[in-house]
């Protein structure tokens, strides 16, 4: 696209993709919530829910959020998903047609339920990416750094995942689904999303089988070594079921939330920035360049010499001395 091109496509597309994204209109929702649920923790017992400074700090990566997601949306959902599905859906005798040889995808409702099915199957590679890759890691890492597992934490959200992110869904305007669509189900996936993030809803029967809820979620949320990697799935938990990441909750474990390495402060920038710091120091432990390599996009926990273990080594451990030390808990290495 020429500069003039693209200039004058975002200047007729912004407010229809603002009108278009429910998160314009999740925002305000997202606030009331939490304050409903804060007032409620406060005066049902539950003081321990909420803690006023790691409130704070969740709001302000949330704020942050909400300030840059629009600025990156103008590259990422405007330009470089635009750009995408003109390059691999180009007109044909006044026809847009895929580089596949078939019709581009209009907005028939079941062409929206399948973008909304691959917009789940690819969140769950995007996430599942982000816990397997220890540089990815870094950035989401500020979602688990919480202790606390409330709808607050919901909105603390790293902002360097938003600069990524886009790339993991570029294959959908590409496989014919437009643009805007794309958009609309990344806005309703944070949706689901964010209201999964309560301790409030219990287990829901035969929802269960087939949706990711609440209890799932505190199973992702959650640091004990069984549970750890579990549970990637946006508002479907069928991709976890398939590629053997599912993990239901068990009433009888004690779920610890958060990270073991936690930031320990309540400064935005240590919460942004700490595992980035981490994986500098151990990138120095070794000057092998595999070694370095393996830092950087080897799973987290991941040591040249053992000092540190990946949840994967973890588990295996856990398993083999489960029944020799009931009580053994592990935590996440990173």
């Known amino acids: 696209m020429h500069g003039s ?11 229809f993709m603002d009108f278009t994204n429910p998160l314009v209109y999740g925002v305000p929702c997202f606030i009331a919530f939490i304050l409903l ?23 302000f990566m949330g704020v942050g959020s909400a300030v840059i997601a629009p600025l990156i949306k103008v590259i990422s959902a405007i330009v470089i998903f635009e750009f995408t599905y003109e390059l691999f859906n180009p007109m044909v005798d006044g026809v847009g047609t895929n580089i596949m040889g ?8 079941y062409i929206w339920l399948l973008c909304q099915l691959a917009d789940d199957f690819t969140y ?8 397997e890759v220890r540089l990815l890691w870094a950035a989401h890492i500020v979602h688990h750094s919480s202790d606390n597992f409330n709808l607050g934490t919901a909105v603390r959200n790293g902002w360097f995942t938003i600069l990524y992110k886009p790339l993991f869904y570029m294959w959908m305007p590409a496989f014919g689904f437009p643009p805007e669509m794309v958009v609309v189900c990344l806005g309703i996936e944070a949706l689901w999303q964010f209201q999964l993030h309560t301790v409030y809803v219990p287990k829901m029967g035969f929802i269960e089988k087939i949706f990711n809820t609440h209890t799932m979620h505190q199973v992702h949320h959650a640091q004990n070594v069984e549970y750890l990697d579990k549970n990637h799935g946006g ?14 909750l068990d009433d009888g474990v004690d779920v610890k939330y958060g990270v073991i390495h936690a930031p320990e402060s309540y400064s935005p920038i240590v919460i942004l920035t700490h595992e980035f710091k981490d994986i500098w120091k151990d990138i120095k432990k070794s000057p092998k360049i595999s070694h370095k390599l393996m830092y950087i996009f080897g799973p987290p926990g991941w040591s040249h010499d ?3 273990l990946t949840v994967k080594q973890q588990q295996r451990l856990f398993k083999e001395h489960k ?5 053994l808990e592990y935590s996440r290495p990173n």
């Not at 091109?5 to 407010?15: H, K, P, R």
């Not at 049902?44 to 409130?55: I, M």
């Not at 029944?323 to 009580?327: M, T, V």
Request: overall charge negative; aromatic content about 24%.
């Open 306 to 308: 053992g000092s540190t």
């Open 124 to 131: 769950y590679w995007f996430h599942r990416a982000n816990h």
């Open 102 to 109: 078939y019709t581009s995808f209009g907005y028939a409702w």
């Open 5 to 15: 091109y693209i200039i004058l496509y975002l200047c007729n597309n912004l407010e």
């Open 37 to 59: 649920e804060l007032a409620y923790s406060k005066t049902h017992g539950d003081e321990e829910l909420y803690e006023w400074k790691d409130l704070f700090a969740s709001g």
């Open 323 to 327: 029944d020799k030390s009931p009580e």
């Open 235 to 248: 508002f479907l938990n069928i991709f976890d079921k398939i590629f053997g990441t599912w993990k239901e």
